[in-house]
């Protein structure tokens, strides 16, 4: 490890601590002037990010949109990124106050927390992720799956936040019997499954804006195997700072259990990818775009069109 990311490590559980400190005590206008600041500092200053982003934004909207317009969107991206993190910390202060004022849900997400049954509740990295767990946390038994991160202290402070209104955590490695016996138990999983899951650990290949994206097949799988539902969710920001959380889709148990064993894991994953896309065509602003999304390309589909960071996966010997 180099001295510089030593330095960094050492002041990420201080600078956490001090942000815990000091966000939740600001007035929510300076917050989210704040997070629009961030995001366009972080447009400006880091190279990473506005390469990436573009790469992906020129793969999902080609010429239907404008260089203005996708150097916009990712602004706001960021700034949007920006504000989860920010939140994350405003709403540990007075939590059940400040969610029940600026966290308004739909009736699509009302009638879901209404009426808890076995429920895998998918999202993506899109609008306020995180909130929209605390939120139904505090109305439903909720347990949910998150990567920890590399600074151990920085996770602690984190998942003691996350924590506030009841959701449990658990870590992906070795998650499967501790979601399964949740879900018997009439709980709710909540997933984010709008990341890569290379196929060697169990990822499949659906499209995502015209391309293959590989993504993990959990909610497809945990589904059939316990006689849930499956709900898509979204927490979209507003102008006033204020969330509206939706559930606009839902797959029942019933249609769960028409698709068979040996189909369901796929097409759930591709119904639940077009869940994803069709929310971010609507608002494109409110996605994480600065990652590799399209990071692996599968055996046999060329690699035109595909951003400049995807990389071919090997076949596999005597294939």
């Not at 909130?131 to 151990?152: D, E, F, G, Q, T």
């Not at 449990?168 to 997933?191: D, M, S």
Request: charged fraction near 20%; charge should be positive; aromatic fraction near 10%.
């Amino acid at each position: 490890m180099t001295l510089a990311k030593r330095i960094r490590k050492a002041l990420e559980a201080p600078f956490t601590r001090l942000g815990l400190a000091v966000v939740p005590r600001l007035p929510r206008r300076v917050v989210l002037a704040l997070a629009r600041f961030l995001g366009a500092v972080a447009y400006v200053f880091s190279a990473r990010s506005r390469q990436l982003g573009l790469a992906n934004l020129d793969v999902a909207f080609g010429d239907t949109k404008t260089p203005a317009e996708k150097r916009r969107i990712l602004r706001a991206s960021l700034g949007n990124f920006a504000l989860v993190v920010l939140d994350l910390l405003w709403f540990s202060r007075q939590s059940a106050e400040r969610i029940a004022q600026w966290f308004e849900a739909a009736p699509s997400l009302s009638a879901i927390l209404e009426a808890p049954v076995p429920r895998v509740a998918v999202q993506g990295h899109f609008g306020n992720w995180e909130l929209a767990a605390r939120y139904a946390a505090a109305h439903i038994p909720l347990m949910s799956v998150a990567m920890p991160l590399k600074n151990p202290a920085v996770d602690r402070l984190l998942q003691q936040a996350r924590q506030m209104t009841g959701q449990q955590i658990v870590a992906r490695e070795g998650a499967l019997k501790k979601l399964v016996r949740f879900l018997r138990h009439g709980g709710t999983v909540g997933l984010v499954l709008d990341q890569n899951t290379a196929p060697e650990e169990g990822g499949i290949f659906v499209d995502f804006f015209g391309k293959p994206v590989a993504v993990s097949p959990a909610a497809g799988t945990l589904a059939p195997l316990t006689g849930a539902e499956i709900a898509y969710v979204c927490a979209r920001p507003r102008p006033d700072g204020t969330y509206l959380g939706e559930a606009p889709h839902r797959i029942s148990p019933a249609e769960i259990a028409a698709l068979g064993r040996d189909h369901a894991a796929r097409e759930l994953t591709r119904r639940i990818t077009g869940f994803y896309e069709e929310t971010i065509r609507a608002w494109p602003e409110y996605w994480l775009w600065s990652y590799k999304r399209w990071r692996f390309i599968p055996v046999g589909v060329p690699p035109a069109g595909f951003p400049f960071y995807a990389k071919p996966i090997p076949p596999i010997p005597g294939d």
